[in-house]
């Protein structure tokens, strides 16, 4: 740590435009070889969430990663963690390399459209059929699904990628892959990865679960 940090005035990541990942997939931090789930990111730092597991960390403690975005690819920073808290890890910009402001708007210009779209995207409730096997369904949309951790199933990690099937009957099996979101209980949130679900696949589910003109959620 440098000798002269304590007299600097502490950077506040709030008074900057941040690119916040909320109810997406995070963006990766390759940290110190740990891989860290990134919250949000702005020229006066980022925010990671859970701190990785495996080692002790320390405030002031100078680290270096790769940062992994959406619109930019690999990005390296040099950072020193400002906070630590029972959530996680707040990095502040070191000497070294940072993403530039230009890229960190990019970034959030990104999420918003996402999340535009995403909120632009009918959602279909599944109804649970008998004797339905494997993890049950809450919902799906061309960007993402909802289901059920089965009683003996573990949760993956917020910000894991996943991967399954959408199985309808034995000849109609749809491979899915995603990365999980969010933890509502027992229920998983996947944004799903590009392209997502096609309208032919959300025809052909609506069909599957809603046959014979029967009444479907809008």
């Given amino acids: 740590m440098r000798l002269n940090r304590w007299s600097e005035p502490p950077l506040d990541r709030r008074t900057y435009p941040r690119a916040e990942y909320r109810r997406t997939a ?12 990134v919250r949000d990111l702005a020229p006066g730092g980022l925010r990671v969430e859970p701190a990785p597991a495996g080692r ?11 940062l992994h975005l959406r619109t930019m690819g690999r990005v390296l920073i040099d950072a020193v963690i400002g906070r ?4 996680g890890l707040a990095l502040v910009p070191d000497d070294g390399p940072w993403p530039e402001s230009s890229v960190i708007d990019a970034e959030r210009s990104s999420l918003v459209r996402w999340h535009h779209e995403r909120r632009g ?7 649970q059929l008998p ?16 289901y059920a951790l089965a009683p003996t199933e ?16 034995n000849e109609t099996v749809i491979p899915v892959r ?4 969010r933890h509502i209980g027992r229920e998983i949130a996947v944004a799903l990865d590009p392209p997502g679900l096609t309208p032919e696949i959300l025809a052909l589910l609506r069909r599957r679960f809603f046959p014979e003109g029967a009444d479907t959620p809008s």
């Fill in 131 to 146: 004797g339905q096997g494997g993890t049950p369904l809450r919902d799906v949309s061309a960007t993402g699904l909802r």
């Fill in 56 to 66: 002790v960390w320390e405030v002031g403690e100078r680290v270096s990663g790769i």
């Fill in 178 to 181: 995603g990365q999980v979101v």
């Fill in 154 to 169: 573990r949760a993956p990690a917020t910000g894991s990628h996943v991967e399954g099937e959408l199985r309808l009957d």
């Fill in 84 to 87: 630590m808290d029972r959530s």
């Fill in 26 to 37: 995070p963006a990766l931090l390759e940290l110190e070889g740990y891989r860290c789930a």
């Fill in 121 to 127: 995207a009918p959602r279909l409730p599944l109804p």
